[in-house]
């Protein structure tokens, strides 16, 4: 019989069906219940179809969690049911959209899309008929209204996120220029893009990656970006196959740009401000965001694109260039300081006569060598205890490390006050730049080559050299491409604007940003 009814049902083989199936048809058409086709097919199969809103309170496990919230609604003998997660919904506007509902007069048999023009009185709601899409919806903050015996649900955007204000971030700082800067919230940091990109040919494309469906936006310029970087980083976040982005924005990196372990040098740059992430835009980048993270991934990357900062921006080209010949400076002698004075002490007889004052007079209770790793060892200490020292106390903490640790180290005979004097100076010499990771490989790779000069003291240098030139050149990849442009590559042009800070000159419309802006 119900092989019978489905062919009925699709207008086929209707002279086999009896007078006394029809009369059962029309009986259950307007007395008892009306089943779709896919609910045919499930009964002639020998399972019980349920309803869509006990298959999606099932999927979600209504009843184990109490922030899984369903609220009932009766209108008009009909049953309407408000699924959402607590502290995600804004409480005034799912009261009025219920009172609306309650005093409103409609056909409760009408189609959703028509229900969703003639109930729904919010800007942001669309019809959904995929139980699993509607759970998603629902843990993601959407409210989702399920009408009785209906064939879909109707999905309501009035979600709100528990966030902190939108303040200068701590970590990247500027003497001058917009103090906003990202925050937790996906459609926060969107919204702090388009209010200063006013181009239509801003694409914004979302994914949801890896088995718990985090949120991710790649955002582009069309016509500015190039089409082979888009598609390449479009391609690579539509591919990847991770369980979830548990660290957000660090744990995208590590799965978009996978590199060797001993490449430490950061493939990736991280920016916690609007106006950085807009100008890497316009200069034909690509702009990361990734939900719960306050920092955004600024792709392609050039090492040299760190000697740049915003703040070069804000002030006259004269002071930027300043400004940028110093970030410079401090970048090379924080790598190379340390070796090259513990190379010229082992080998004292290629050092200049008047640097010859550098070297330490005498022999030491603890080796060179042992005294820089020490340092190095316990500077990285003093930073992992000031990130857990109340604040209340880190006045007590400065004394105890710069009286305790420093002067009375020296008066113990542990240390020499000249070793002291250059790990202090390269230690403050990594907080030039905002990037840590590009300071960690600056650290590390220095550590290397001091065990390189301690095991070779003539060879030793020159071999860290080689291995460290090694590792920048095999820092590219698919995307990085010109990991060491404009150096390698060669452009002069470029060059030069890495070096000196431009002034902004007027484009014509339409002719593309020609100059480098704030990085």
Same mark, same amino acid.
């Given at each position: 019989?119900?092989?019978?009814?489905?062919?009925?049902?699709?207008?086929?083989?209707?002279?086999?069906?009896?007078?006394?199936e029809k009369n059962f048809l029309l009986r259950c058409k307007g007395k008892f219940f009306c089943l779709s086709l896919s609910c045919l097919r499930i009964l002639a199969?020998?399972?019980?179809?349920?309803?869509?809103?006990?298959?999606?309170?099932?999927?979600?496990?209504?009843?184990?969690?109490?922030?899984?919230?369903?609220?009932?609604?009766?209108?008009?003998?009909?049953?309407?049911?408000?699924?959402?997660?607590?502290?995600?919904?804004?409480?005034?506007?799912?009261?009025?959209?219920?009172?609306?509902?309650?005093?409103?007069?409609?056909?409760?048999?009408?189609?959703?899309?028509?229900?969703?023009?003639?109930?729904?009185?919010?800007?942001?709601?669309?019809?959904?008929?995929?139980?699993?899409?509607?759970?998603?919806?629902?843990?993601?903050?959407?409210?989702?209204?399920?009408?009785?015996?209906?064939?879909?649900?109707?999905?309501?955007?009035?979600?709100?996120?528990?966030?902190?204000?939108?303040?200068?971030?701590?970590?990247?700082?500027?003497?001058?220029?917009?103090?906003?800067?990202?925050?937790?919230?996906?459609?926060?940091?969107?919204?702090?893009?388009?209010?200063?990109?006013?181009?239509?040919?801003?694409?914004?494309?979302?994914?949801?990656?890896?088995?718990?469906?985090?949120?991710?936006?790649?955002?582009?310029?069309?016509?500015?970006?190039?089409?082979?970087?888009?598609?390449?980083?479009?391609?690579?976040?539509?591919?990847?196959?991770?369980?979830?982005?548990?660290?957000?924005?660090?744990?995208?990196?590590?799965?978009?740009?996978?590199?060797?372990?001993?490449?430490?040098?950061?493939?990736?740059?991280?920016?916690?401000?609007?106006?950085?992430?807009?100008?890497?835009?316009?200069?034909?980048?690509?702009?990361?965001?990734?939900?719960?993270?306050?920092?955004?991934?600024?792709?392609?990357?050039?090492?040299?694109?760190?000697?740049?900062?915003?703040?070069?921006?804000?002030?006259?080209?004269?002071?930027?260039?300043?400004? /940028?010949?110093? /970030?410079?400076?401090?970048?090379?002698?924080?790598?190379?300081?340390?070796?090259?004075?513990?190379?010229?002490?082992?080998?004292?007889?290629?050092?200049?006569?008047?640097?010859?004052?550098?070297?330490?007079?005498?022999?030491?209770?603890?080796?060179?060598?042992?005294?820089?790793?020490?340092?190095?060892?316990?500077?990285?200490?003093?930073?992992?205890?000031?990130?857990?020292?109340?604040?209340?106390?880190?006045?007590?903490?400065?004394?105890?490390?710069?009286?305790?640790?420093?002067?009375?180290?020296?008066?113990?005979?542990?240390?020499?006050?000249?070793?002291?004097?250059?790990?202090?100076?390269?230690?403050?010499?990594?907080?030039?730049?905002?990037?840590?990771?590009?300071?960690?490989?600056?650290?590390?790779?220095?550590?290397?080559?001091?065990?390189?000069?301690?095991?070779?003291?003539?060879?030793?240098?020159?071999?860290?050299?080689?291995?460290?030139?090694?590792?920048?050149?095999?820092?590219?990849?698919?995307?990085?491409?010109?990991?060491?442009?404009?150096?390698?590559?060669?452009?002069?042009?470029?060059?030069?604007?890495?070096?000196? /800070?431009?002034?902004? /000159?007027?484009?014509?419309?339409?002719?593309?940003?020609?100059?480098?802006?704030?990085?």
């Amino acid at each position: 019989m119900l092989k019978s009814i489905i062919s009925w049902r699709h207008g086929k083989n209707t002279a086999n069906i009896s007078n006394n199936e029809k009369n059962f048809l029309l009986r259950c058409k307007g007395k008892f219940f009306c089943l779709s086709l896919s609910c045919l097919r499930i009964l002639a199969d020998g399972d019980v179809m349920k309803q869509l809103n006990e298959q999606l309170e099932s999927y979600l496990a209504f009843g184990s969690s109490f922030d899984l919230v369903c609220r009932r609604l009766l209108v008009q003998d009909r049953q309407y049911s408000f699924y959402f997660v607590d502290g995600f919904v804004k409480d005034e506007i799912m009261e009025r959209l219920m009172a609306f509902l309650l005093k409103r007069d409609f056909d409760p048999d009408a189609s959703l899309e028509k229900q969703l023009q003639t109930l729904i009185p919010y800007v942001e709601a669309e019809v959904c008929r995929d139980v699993h899409k509607a759970a998603l919806a629902v843990l993601s903050g959407v409210s989702v209204l399920y009408p009785q015996d209906a064939d879909g649900f109707l999905c309501i955007d009035v979600r709100t996120y528990p966030t902190r204000s939108m303040s200068e971030p701590e970590d990247d700082r500027v003497l001058r220029g917009a103090r906003d800067g990202f925050v937790e919230t996906l459609i926060f940091n969107t919204a702090l893009i388009r209010r200063r990109i006013r181009d239509p040919r801003l694409r914004m494309e979302h994914f949801a990656i890896g088995d718990m469906r985090d949120d991710v936006v790649l955002c582009t310029i069309e016509g500015v970006c190039s089409a082979k970087l888009h598609e390449e980083l479009a391609c690579r976040l539509r591919g990847l196959d991770v369980h979830a982005l548990t660290m957000g924005q660090e744990s995208l990196a590590e799965a978009l740009l996978q590199r060797h372990w001993w490449q430490l040098f950061p493939m990736v740059r991280y920016s916690e401000r609007p106006d950085v992430a807009c100008a890497h835009l316009q200069e034909g980048g690509a702009v990361i965001i990734v939900d719960n993270s306050p920092s955004v991934l600024l792709l392609p990357l050039s090492l040299f694109d760190f000697v740049q900062e915003a703040q070069d921006y804000y002030f006259p080209p004269l002071v930027g260039t300043y400004l /940028r010949f110093v /970030r410079i400076l401090v970048f090379v002698m924080a790598q190379f300081l340390t070796p090259l004075w513990f190379w010229f002490s082992l080998n004292p007889q290629l050092m200049p006569s008047f640097f010859r004052f550098a070297l330490i007079q005498g022999e030491s209770n603890l080796g060179i060598f042992w005294q820089l790793m020490v340092l190095e060892l316990g500077i990285d200490a003093i930073k992992l205890a000031s990130l857990n020292t109340p604040s209340s106390l880190s006045g007590s903490f400065s004394i105890v490390g710069a009286l305790i640790l420093g002067d009375y180290a020296v008066s113990a005979g542990w240390f020499d006050p000249e070793i002291l004097l250059y790990m202090a100076f390269v230690a403050l010499a990594n907080f030039t730049q905002p990037s840590y990771e590009l300071g960690y490989a600056i650290k590390l790779y220095r550590m290397f080559m001091l065990i390189c000069i301690a095991l070779l003291p003539f060879y030793g240098l020159w071999i860290a050299l080689a291995l460290l030139l090694f590792v920048l050149f095999s820092g590219r990849s698919r995307i990085n491409e010109k990991y060491l442009y404009p150096l390698y590559p060669f452009d002069l042009r470029a060059l030069s604007r890495v070096l000196f /800070r431009h002034s902004i /000159r007027k484009t014509a419309p339409g002719s593309g940003h020609k100059e480098k802006n704030c990085r």
